[in-house]
């Protein structure tokens, strides 16, 4: 009886799959069943080495399934687990580095006003430097005024160097305390900021510690009152 390609590719891999038990048996053996580049399934006592990265499944005597070999990962799979895994760490770095900070948050302060005298104390060592580099650009504002003042009465005659010179650094000076307000008007800002969020936080964390507490009594609660019952 003669049969078409197919249904003798069919006959091979049935007769091939019946005869793995016999097989497992026989050979008293870890038999590994794995798969070619082809599709075709194989039987053996080992893993050739061209089919080892590829996966196998490991068989007991009668032929059965016991465990399964995963193939070797590809380039790209160990990419993506290494960039996994460098997430992963990166997030347990940033969790416990906002626990540190939560410890410390809690040891600074005992209760919320504590952050309130912090952060006007804070503030006010500023506005302090603010006030003193305004009266200061007061005092340049009155010195240059009068300098112009000066150089406009001399008409058409030539300035003095001098003039110039003082005309210039009171220039200088006024841009600079103009900087100097600027940059502690930002810090101020960013002062506030900050004392704000940690104050948002002491309650986040106050208010997590209250329920947590409640939790637990509720549970101790329910605990006795069980004990009770079964006396």
Same mark, same amino acid.
């Given at each position: 009886?003669? #049969? @078409?390609?197919?249904?003798?590719?069919?006959?091979?891999?049935?007769?091939?799959?019946?005869?793995?038990?016999?097989?497992?048996?026989?050979?008293?053996?870890?038999?590994?069943?794995?798969?070619?580049?082809?599709?075709?399934?194989?039987?053996?006592?080992?893993?050739?080495?061209?089919?080892?990265?590829? @996966?196998?499944?490991?068989?007991?005597?009668?032929?059965?399934?016991?465990?399964?070999? %995963?193939?070797?990962?590809?380039?790209?799979?160990?990419?993506?687990?290494? $960039?996994?895994?460098? %997430?992963?760490? +990166?997030?347990?770095?940033?969790?416990?580095?906002?626990?540190?900070?939560?410890?410390?948050?809690?040891?600074? #302060?005992?209760?919320?006003?504590?952050?309130?005298?912090?952060?006007?104390? +804070?503030?006010?060592? !500023?506005?302090?430097?603010?006030?003193?580099?305004?009266?200061?650009?007061?005092?340049?504002?009155?010195?240059?005024?009068?300098?112009?003042?000066?150089?406009?009465?001399?008409?058409?005659?030539?300035?003095?160097?001098?003039?110039? =010179?003082?005309?210039?650094?009171?220039?200088?000076?006024?841009?600079?305390? +103009?900087? !100097?307000?600027?940059?502690?008007?930002?810090?101020?800002?960013?002062?506030?900021?900050?004392?704000?969020?940690?104050?948002? =936080?002491?309650?986040?964390?106050?208010?997590?510690?209250?329920?947590?507490?409640?939790?637990?009594?509720?549970?101790?609660?329910?605990?006795?009152? $069980?004990?009770?019952?079964?006396?």
């Amino acid at each position: 009886m003669k #049969y @078409g390609r197919q249904t003798r590719i069919a006959l091979t891999a049935f007769a091939v799959a019946m005869a793995a038990p016999a097989v497992c048996t026989a050979a008293g053996t870890t038999t590994y069943k794995w798969i070619d580049d082809q599709g075709v399934v194989h039987y053996g006592d080992k893993i050739p080495p061209e089919a080892v990265n590829k @996966g196998a499944t490991v068989l007991d005597k009668q032929g059965r399934p016991t465990k399964k070999i %995963e193939p070797a990962p590809t380039p790209e799979q160990l990419k993506a687990k290494a $960039a996994a895994d460098e %997430e992963q760490r +990166a997030q347990a770095r940033a969790t416990e580095e906002q626990a540190r900070k939560d410890r410390a948050l809690m040891q600074s #302060y005992t209760n919320e006003a504590e952050i309130d005298v912090a952060k006007n104390r +804070a503030i006010s060592t !500023l506005d302090a430097q603010i006030k003193s580099a305004q009266a200061y650009s007061a005092d340049l504002t009155r010195r240059q005024q009068a300098l112009q003042k000066r150089k406009a009465s001399l008409g058409d005659q030539a300035v003095p160097i001098d003039l110039e =010179r003082d005309l210039n650094n009171v220039d200088v000076e006024l841009a600079r305390e +103009a900087t !100097l307000i600027k940059q502690r008007q930002e810090e101020i800002a960013a002062v506030s900021a900050k004392y704000d969020g940690e104050k948002k =936080r002491w309650q986040e964390i106050k208010a997590n510690q209250q329920r947590s507490a409640a939790a637990g009594a509720t549970v101790t609660t329910k605990t006795s009152a $069980a004990a009770d019952t079964k006396k």
